[in-house]
């Protein structure tokens, strides 16, 4: 019996071994059927338009880096690049500051106001933006604030608070009260408590949420359309968009533009794929 | 630690005023308009509750509402249920876990109405890719006319939508499941055979964590999708893809109803906000069972 | 004496005004749902009217999958209003006009220029608010080499000659026709097979407007029948048909594997651009009995507006004027191959259009009857069109668009 057992167990080894490779060379297919879609829009991104309309599958012939070059002077690419990145910043900045400091006595003090005031930012989540736009533009030209930055950068912050909260206050929640409470203790505010021992613990958290406020401000395109159409101000997706025409558009001209948009979030997503993924499985984990 | 009010609402107002002035405010006096007949340019008249009267008898919006329960039903489903299988693959393959992870993520960085562009080239029955790829690979009995058969269109695009964020959901999902103590997964992995049985008695209940997070965002995140028909079928064939966002934004812009269009808005928010409080605090009572 | 100091007055009001203007150079805002090719030759007449003018000119364009009818709401309510803007034929007009938004342009001296048709298109509640800058055209476009490879001498003339034209293109293994019905233009189609209602009946839109003619009447149903026995007769693929768009079925036509499909003439510059080995030609439909000819339809493209609270109205009215004057308008007319809304108007078109400039010479053309139809009514039909594509029964369908028709 033992014998037998101890005999086996390096076959079983090999089998588990041998599992493990086919699940990792399944894997690794699967991987690539499931960006199969993103390498359909490169590679027509680089086709002529008679290849595109007469051999779909097809690799092009040779790469039309004109589609690119036409495509890239269009968009005034730095330009928008460079409104988009100041916005995203401003936002993320903001949200950043404002949010948990909501999200501390929201997490920390359970109360028929409290719970009010979360419902009313969770409410948030699922509001209908246009809903909202035509007061939305009435209130930001009595104030003065359209077709400015910071008029763009109020509502974003605004529009990303919701979630800002929800995230910080079930991150808070996790965190063990011991330390505030020992910090109360020595007499600590609130406030100082907040700043010197929570801030610092929220560290993790903050990564994330920065990188979901600029995807959701980068990939926008309806609000900078409304609230900042300034030519000289235009975001990338704004810049985009102006690629699909009355009738349709050309995958020549829409999937270079797409791409040339989209790259500088692929690379900050390269830098920051830790902070996303531990951000979008905040309060996944009990603590 | 003590919170005077004072101190709640120091904290508090920062985020609720802007959140208040440029959300709430604008939310409700637009929602004004559902009680009158504007069409969003000049003045509208107050019509009482005639919108609402109205939407009774509107096929469309119940069409509408229909179809949003089912997408969301759908895509909640699916994302989660393939995030958890693929969680729980990743997860017992360190090799790959990490670049895997990023890699399923990927779509998600996108805009949505950029994805839909994509798959609406693909999906193409006229040389689309798909299909172009299923009759190279022998298998031409599956081609189908993946937006304009309406017995598969609102599928089409819960796929796409699934497609796109199923990272999220693996993302969660393997974050509670490395979370797990390890002898636990170890164990579950050596054993083949009473795995699954294991799979759902030990760790599913454990994973309760992640399957509230999961669920809430996706119920959220999905219940109003909105640019994905818009691109991909604009509700159609017949109403087969409508979804209550799509139905509010075409009566507004479209058809020139802004008060009705509001009134629907409203309506679909009243009931989201319901359904997600429901499941995520069913969710939440079951973590208190661990 | 008095008339003296008011003259006084008026010539240095006149004067300063002259100074002004030289000194600020004003700065025309507008509006536009044309972009990137379709812009034609918009960027070069704008350059010329500044040139003419000094009056400086800034397009803003937004298109309309990029959400123009949004920004033109939003910004119409707010009050930041562009000085001159695009309208689609009359649709934002209808709304516009009435809520006090548009300019009234019916003391302008080019409004006696324009043809009965367009303006009749210019005017709401019988004040002019539009200058209708095209007519561009929806008819049918063909294959010549398919139609020759399939032995299809002569273009079908009438309904029964089209039909056994795809008969036998069907046969010798070609396909013969599109109808996509994803954004629309099932419907386009459906109205183009109904011609023949408005060749019997000029009034048709009136009289439909005033409740004397029905959908559920033996013309509208004749027109829907013929539509749904396309598939059923398996000419079409009905369910394929649904599946794409307008663009996507433009596409196959343009790799040579469609003999015909109906579209707008704006593709005919693309076409002949891109796809130089494709031969191809647009004309009517034949939608008509034994012994008639094919007829198209024209409908108003862009048609340019002036905000009523521009605060450069004199400008305003200048541009629109501008494109008013044949000479600049027939550069856009030719970019675009639209027809004149000027009397007298006339435009060289590319000989793939003769069929189609020989119908509408021959007053062989009908207007898009969507112009005048009640707001909002659209959806209604063209969800009728993909209803009666999928085999519903028509009566039915009919009635249904009858009560959505009186009640809008």
New interface residues.
């Given amino acids: 019996m033992i014998v037998s057992l101890s005999r086996q167990a390096p076959v079983r080894r090999a089998k588990r071994r041998g599992r493990?490779w086919v699940?990792?060379i399944a894997?690794?297919i699967l991987?690539l059927v499931?960006?199969a879609?993103?390498l359909?829009?490169v590679i027509?991104s680089f086709k002529s338009?008679?290849e595109?309309?007469?051999s779909?599958?097809a690799l092009p012939e040779r790469l039309q880096i004109e589609n690119y070059t036409s495509v890239f002077a269009?968009m005034n690419y730095w330009r928008s690049l460079l409104n988009t990145l100041g916005i995203t910043f401003a936002v993320a900045v903001c949200v950043t500051l404002?949010?948990p400091?909501?999200a501390?006595?929201?997490a920390?003090?359970s109360n028929r106001?409290?719970r009010l005031?979360y419902q009313?930012?969770a409410?948030?989540?699922?509001?209908?933006f246009?809903?909202?736009?035509?007061?939305?533009?009435?209130?930001?030209?009595t104030l003065g604030l359209?077709?400015t930055y910071p008029g763009v950068i109020?509502?974003y912050?605004?529009?990303n608070?919701?979630l800002a909260?929800f995230f910080y206050t079930?991150f808070i929640q996790t965190v063990p009260?011991e330390l505030?409470?020992a910090a109360?203790l020595d007499g600590c505010?609130?406030?100082a408590?907040?700043w010197f021992i929570l801030l610092p613990l929220l560290r993790p958290v903050t990564g994330t949420l920065v990188m979901f406020v600029a995807?959701s401000v980068?990939?926008?395109?309806?609000l900078p359309?409304?609230f900042l159409?300034r030519?000289e101000a235009r975001t990338i997706?704004?810049s985009?968009?102006?690629?699909?025409?009355?009738?349709?558009?050309?995958?020549t001209?829409?999937?270079p533009a797409?791409i040339l948009a989209?790259l500088p979030?692929?690379v900050l997503?390269?830098f920051l794929?830790r902070q996303?993924?531990a951000g979008?499985?905040?309060?996944?984990?009990?603590g | 630690m003590t919170w005077k009010p004072s101190t709640i609402a120091f904290f508090v107002l920062p985020a609720l005023a802007v959140y208040g002035l440029f959300v709430i405010y604008p939310t409700f006096s637009g929602l004004l308009l559902s009680l009158t007949d504007s069409k969003g340019v000049g003045q509208g008249q107050f019509i009482g509750l005639a919108n609402y009267a109205r939407m009774l008898e509107d096929s469309q919006v119940r069409t509408a509402l229909l179809n949003t329960v089912i997408y969301t039903v759908l895509v909640t489903f699916f994302q989660n249920a393939l995030g958890l299988g693929l969680a729980v693959w990743l997860g017992n393959m360190p090799e790959l876990r990490n670049s895997l992870r990023v890699v399923f993520l990927l779509p998600s960085m996108l805009s949505m109405l950029v994805v839909g562009f994509i798959w609406s080239y693909l999906f193409s029955p006229l040389g689309g890719p798909i299909n172009e790829m299923l009759q190279a690979l022998g298998l031409g009995s599956l081609k189908r006319v993946w937006l304009g058969d309406p017995g598969i269109a609102l599928f089409s695009i819960v796929g796409v939508h699934v497609w796109m964020y199923l990272g999220h959901s693996t993302a969660i999902f393997l974050a509670g499941y490395l979370g797990l103590p390890s002898e636990l997964r170890d164990s579950a992995a050596i054993d083949g055979a009473t795995g699954w049985v294991r799979f759902w008695r030990v760790e599913w209940p454990l994973l309760a964590p992640a399957t509230t997070v999961a669920v809430t965002l996706t119920l959220l995140g999905s219940s109003k999708t909105f640019e994905l028909p818009f691109v991909l079928t604009r509700g159609g064939p017949g109403d087969a893809t409508m979804l209550s966002s799509l139905t509010v934004f075409q009566n507004a812009f479209a058809g020139e109803r802004f008060g009705y269009a509001t009134a629907i808005a409203l309506v679909t928010l009243v009931g989201v906000v319901i359904i997600s409080n429901v499941v995520s605090s069913a969710l939440r009572r079951r973590e208190q069972l661990i | 004496m008095k008339k003296a100091l008011i003259g006084i007055g008026f010539s240095v009001a006149a004067l300063t005004l002259a100074l002004s203007n030289a000194q600020d150079q004003t700065t025309l805002k507008i509006l536009g749902f044309k972009v990137g090719a379709e812009l034609a030759a918009l960027p070069a007449l704008n350059e010329r009217f500044t040139k003419e003018t000094g009056i400086k000119v800034e397009y803003e364009a937004i298109s309309d999958a990029g959400g123009f009818a949004e920004v033109i709401r939003t910004r119409f309510a707010g009050g930041d209003v562009p000085d001159v803007f695009m309208n689609h034929g009359r649709d934002e007009a209808k709304t516009f006009a009435p809520a006090g938004y548009m300019a009234d342009l019916s003391a302008e001296p080019w409004v006696k220029t324009l043809t009965a048709s367009a303006a009749s298109v210019a005017k709401i509640g019988g004040k002019t608010y539009l200058l209708p800058a095209e007519f561009v055209s929806l008819g049918l476009y063909y294959n010549t080499a398919l139609l020759e490879k399939a032995g299809i001498k002569s273009l079908p003339q009438t309904y029964s000659q089209f039909l056994s034209a795809l008969n036998t293109s069907k046969t010798k293994g070609i396909n013969p026709f599109l109808v996509p019905g994803k954004d629309g233009w099932a419907f386009v189609t459906s109205l183009i097979m109904a011609t023949e209602l408005w060749r019997t009946n000029p009034d048709l839109t009136e009289d439909m407007l005033a409740g004397k003619v029905k959908f559920d009447s033996t013309g509208w149903r004749t027109v829907f029948t013929n539509l749904a026995n396309l598939g059923k007769r398996g000419l079409i693929d009905t369910t394929l048909n649904l599946g794409i768009d307008g663009s996507q079925a433009m596409n196959e036509f343009k790799a040579g594997r469609l003999a015909f499909l109906v579209h707008g003439s704006w593709e005919v510059t693309g076409l002949k651009k891109n796809f130089p080995n494709l031969k191809f030609g647009f004309m009517g439909f034949p939608s008509g009995p034994a012994n008639t000819k094919p007829v198209g339809i024209v409908l108003p493209g862009v048609a340019w507006a002036v905000s009523a609270k521009s605060k450069n109205a004199v400008a305003a009215r200048k541009y629109v004027a501008f494109w008013a004057q044949e000479k600049n308008l027939n550069d856009w007319l030719v970019s675009a191959n639209a027809f004149s809304p000027l009397k007298g108007g006339v435009v060289p078109l590319p000989s793939e259009m003769k069929p189609f400039s020989d119908a509408a010479a021959d007053d062989r053309a009908i207007n898009f009857p969507l112009a005048d139809w009640p707001a909002g009514f659209q959806d209604a039909y063209a969800k009728a069109t993909i209803e009666a594509m999928q085999g519903k029964d028509i009566r039915t369908i009919l009635r249904g668009l009858d009560q959505s028709f009186s009640k809008k």
Avoid: C, H
Wanted: glycine share 4%; net charge neutral; charged share 10%.
């Fill in positions: 493990q699940s990792i894997l690794l991987s499931y960006l879609p993103l359909f829009a027509v338009q008679l595109v309309s007469v779909p599958l269009k404002i949010a400091l909501a501390y006595p929201l920390r003090i106001s409290t005031i009313i930012f409410a948030g989540l699922v509001i209908p246009f809903a909202a736009m035509v007061p939305l533009y009435g209130l930001m030209k359209v077709n109020l509502i912050v605004a529009l608070l919701p909260v079930s009260r505030e409470e109360a505010s609130p406030l408590t907040f995807m980068w990939n926008d395109f309806l359309l409304v159409f030519a997706m704004v985009v968009y102006s690629f699909v025409g009355e009738y349709g558009f050309d995958p001209s829409l999937f797409v989209s979030m692929l997503f390269a794929s996303i993924v979008i499985t905040a309060g996944a984990v009990k």
